[in-house]
C-alpha cells in the first residue's frame, strides 16, 4: 500500500513590493512521502513568489506533464510554466512552448545547473530565468516547518525576508541565464 500524501498548511502574508502584490493567502500543501521538505518549500516560496491570479500548484511529483507550478488564463491556457529544482532541458523546452514564459527556482548550484542545459534545445532560451536564493537560506527554513504554518513574505528589491512560524530569514533572490 503506498504511503499517503503528508498535508502542510500555510497561512502566508504576502507582501512583493517589487511587483506591488499584497495577499493574504490560506494554502493546503500536499508533500508526497518521496518529496523532500526543502522541494516542498521550494514549490511554496515559488508559489509566493510568482503569485498572481490563476496560480495553482500543479499535480506535483506524480504528475510528469505539469511543472511544480503553473499560471493559467480565463481560457485555460497555460501563462507561465514554473518549475523547482533541475529540470531536464527537454521539460523545460516543451513549457517553453505551451506557455508565455518559463521560470525555475532552484535551490541547487545554479552554474551547474545552466551548464547542464548548454547546448541543448530549449524554446526561447533567452528568455528563460533562474531563481536562486544564498546559502544556507532554503535549509534555515525547511528547519522551521510544521505541519500548520504561520508565514510572512516580504519582497523588496529582489530581497526576500521571510517569517516562518517566528523564524526569521532573508536572501537575496538571485537571477541567473542561459548564456
Known amino acids: 500500500m503506498a504511503l499517503p500524501a503528508t498535508i502542510h498548511t500555510f ?18 500543501v500536499a508533500r508526497h512521502p518521496s518529496e ?13 513568489l510568482e503569485y498572481e491570479e490563476g496560480i495553482a ?6 504528475s510528469t506533464d505539469e511543472p511544480a507550478v503553473l499560471v493559467r488564463d480565463l481560457t485555460g491556457s497555460i501563462t507561465a510554466w514554473i518549475e523547482v529544482g533541475a529540470p531536464d532541458a ?21 552554474a551547474r545547473l ?8 530549449i524554446h526561447r532560451a533567452d528568455e528563460l530565468v533562474v531563481h536562486s536564493f544564498d546559502a544556507g537560506f532554503v535549509e534555515g527554513a525547511v528547519a522551521a516547518i510544521e505541519r500548520r504554518n504561520s508565514m510572512t513574505v516580504s519582497v523588496t528589491e529582489r ?21
Open 11 to 28: 497561512d502566508v502574508q504576502l507582501a512583493d513590493v517589487d511587483r506591488g502584490v499584497y495577499e493574504d493567502v490560506a494554502l493546503r
Open 114 to 121: 545552466l551548464a547542464s542545459w548548454a547546448g541543448k534545445r
Open 57 to 62: 500548484f500543479s499535480e506535483g511529483i506524480s
Open 90 to 110: 527537454e521539460r523545460l523546452h516543451r513549457g517553453s512552448r505551451l506557455a508565455d514564459r518559463t521560470v525555475v527556482y532552484t535551490q541547487r548550484e545554479p
Open 159 to 179: 530581497q526576500l525576508y521571510l517569517d516562518l512560524n517566528g523564524t526569521a530569514l532573508g536572501t537575496e533572490v538571485h537571477e541567473h541565464r542561459l548564456p
Open 36 to 48: 523532500t521538505d526543502a522541494n516542498m518549500l521550494m514549490r511554496l516560496l515559488a508559489y509566493c
